[in-house]
């Protein structure tokens, strides 16, 4: 699924509680993450519910580090946002990453008035561990 797939099935839903039934779905869509992976280390700080974010650096065709990820949550909705996060973000380079503005899309689809403040918050800390990981992916590469 990409982003624009999302942005339109948002855009035929008037209803919040249909768009949070959506986004209940969108967690269900998720890879499952390995009982491993649910470390301290990949463990997102900031989040009222548990998240975890399991990244892997992959390389494209010409050398360019790609990051990868696991995402899972304790919370359906949690789940659901981490889904829309890594179709933003997953299997794109560093740059490609720095260069999207997830809050900016999470506005769009109206989340800035639908979720609480902890969730916000939560949400603000896991774009700011991926772009954080892009960051670093940067400047190993150089």
């Given at each position: 699924?990409?982003?624009?797939?999302?942005?339109?099935n948002f855009a035929l839903l008037d209803d919040w509680d249909d768009r949070y039934r959506?986004?209940?779905e969108l967690g269900r869509t998720l890879n499952p993450m390995p009982?491993?992976?649910h470390?301290?280390?990949n463990k997102v700080q900031g989040c009222a519910s548990q998240v975890w974010l399991a990244k892997q650096v992959d390389r494209n065709g010409t050398g360019e580090p790609?990051?990868?990820y696991l995402g899972d949550s304790d919370a359906h909705i949690v789940r659901g946002l981490i889904?829309?996060?890594l179709t933003l973000y997953s299997g794109h380079t560093p740059q490609q990453i720095l260069a999207t503005d997830a809050i900016a899309v999470f506005d769009e689809f109206g989340?800035?008035?639908?979720?609480?403040?902890?969730r916000s918050n939560g949400l603000r800390a896991m774009v700011e561990r991926i772009r954080s990981?892009?960051?670093e992916a940067l400047a190993a590469a150089s």
């Open positions: 699924m990409t982003i624009d797939e999302i942005r339109d959506y986004v209940i009982e491993a992976e470390s301290a280390a790609l990051l990868n889904a829309i996060l989340f800035r008035e639908h979720l609480t403040p902890q990981d892009a960051r």
